[in-house]
């Protein structure tokens, strides 16, 4: 039997998983991620208490796949530019093949989530998703009859990074109104606290003392109680969303939009007027193809299927 290793680097922790030939993951792990000097010595470390875990020997690893953040050219193996990890031209593949010899291939970690929810996840009964994740940035992946499209050298799909309000809130990639400036979590709680600090009798503060210290958590449960201040903000935010949502429905016309991150999970109080929203304003409306909108299956697990799909599903 053939085995691999499926890798998704985050911020703060590395995920891993074991697969066999058979599309079953046997065994995860985690571990904190440390600057990049040190992650190439982790991986293999770790690698071997996987193989060591289920009496394996590497003899038998077959291929690696690894989801990195940032801008990632998988033709070279190399990341040219990761701002979370702060890493810059690193040639993760050629250092890790100087410890293991064997077939290994990386992308951007949200290109290989889509991937993952394409192949094991909701995706797997279309042909063409999108794949969008809703957490501190927004990322996403495209997958095309099965092909991730990566654009020129890795640096595409950045749809966290299409405007959509013109001269709009300055985002920290150094234009003004990105979509992930008004979209991603990280735009929502900072737009709660805003309207907090404006709204003294907000059920807001019941949940924080100061703003600053309001999270997802908190907002949320005033959410649940009809607090009329969260209420107008979330459906602010349901409107950003939906319209940058609308832009990649008309661009590339997906059989589905999956969405991922912790927010995608408030179930029908966000999946329902999201999805209405975007029924009216796709081009062609309801004349036209639908677009459906699901929620991400796989969740935190989506990066390390992915890792594995890129050793076994791409040509």
């Not at 192949?119 to 969008?132: L, M």
């Not at 429905?249 to 999956?258: G, V």
Request: charged share 20%.
């Amino acid at each position: 039997m053939k085995y691999y290793v499926g890798i998704d680097v985050g911020g703060t922790s590395v995920k891993m998983g074991l697969f066999n030939d058979k599309d079953e993951l046997l065994e995860r792990i985690s571990f904190n991620t440390r600057t990049v000097e040190y992650i190439v010595d982790d991986i293999y470390e770790n690698i071997n208490k996987l193989f060591a875990s289920k009496n394996l020997l590497l003899d038998d690893l077959k291929g690696i796949g690894i989801g990195f953040p940032g801008h990632v050219d998988g033709s070279t193996g190399t990341v040219v530019y990761s701002n979370n990890l702060v890493a810059h031209n690193f040639e993760i593949v050629k250092l890790l093949k100087q410890k293991i010899d064997t077939f290994i291939r990386i992308s951007n970690d949200a290109n290989v989530a889509a991937l993952g929810e394409y192949h094991f996840g909701r995706g797997k009964e279309f042909k063409n998703i999108v794949f969008v994740t809703l957490g501190t940035g927004i990322g996403g992946g495209i997958i095309i009859d099965g092909h991730m499209l990566e654009g020129k050298n890795g640096a595409g799909a950045e749809i966290g990074h299409m405007v959509i309000s013109t001269n709009g809130q300055l985002c920290s990639c150094g234009r003004r109104g990105c979509f992930e400036t008004y979209a991603s979590a990280t735009a929502l709680i900072r737009n709660a606290r805003v309207a907090m600090i404006n709204n003294p009798t907000s059920l807001l503060w019941k949940y924080a003392k100061k703003p600053e210290d309001l999270d997802g958590m908190g907002f949320f449960d005033a959410l649940a109680e009809n607090d009329k201040v969260a209420t107008i903000v979330f459906e602010q935010y349901i409107e950003d969303l939906a319209d940058g949502l609308t832009n990649l429905a008309n661009i590339f016309r997906p059989d589905a939009i999956i969405l991922g991150g912790g927010i995608s999970y408030r179930g029908d109080s966000l999946m329902e007027p999201l999805q209405n929203r975007l029924a009216k304003m796709i081009y062609g409306g309801q004349w036209n193809a639908r677009v459906e909108l699901m929620v991400s299956t796989l969740k935190n697990d989506a990066g390390i299927y992915g890792a594995y799909a890129m050793c076994t599903k791409l040509k």
